[in-house]
């Protein structure tokens, strides 16, 4: 579950505020950006393969519209980026998880062959 709060950054020349996610006890931002859809936008090498028009609003291609982008050729993607403090903490947080996980899954496949003999 993610909350939004506010603070207060200062570059030491001026004072921002700044909207903050939280994700769990970790602070971040949401970077938004516009990208081509991949349903209905052709590429061959990362380049367009048709005669497709460019956004220079955008700044991405505009493909032909499909049921994924609603028929507008473009999508809107969101991602969770936390801050570079809270950076090592957060890696250190996904590692645990990824480790626990490791773990059980080796615990149901031990357990998964032992009830096969």
């Given at each position: ?5 506010y ?6 020349e ?14 971040g931002f ?21 005669n497709?028009p ?18 507008r ?45």
């Amino acid at each position: 579950m993610q909350s939004i709060r506010y603070r207060m950054l200062d570059d030491g020349e001026s004072r921002h505020r700044v909207r903050v996610v939280m994700r769990g006890k970790f602070e971040g931002f949401v970077v938004r950006q516009t990208d081509s859809c991949t349903g209905c936008f052709e590429t061959v090498d990362g380049y367009p393969a048709g005669n497709y028009p460019y956004d220079e609003k955008a700044q991405c291609y505009i493909g032909a519209g499909c049921h994924e982008c609603g028929y507008r050729g473009k999508v809107r993607r969101a991602e969770w980026v936390p801050f570079p403090e809270v950076h090592e903490a957060w890696s250190r947080w996904c590692d645990a998880r990824w480790k626990r996980r490791e773990r059980l899954l080796a615990f149901w496949r031990a357990r998964a062959a032992k009830g096969r003999k």
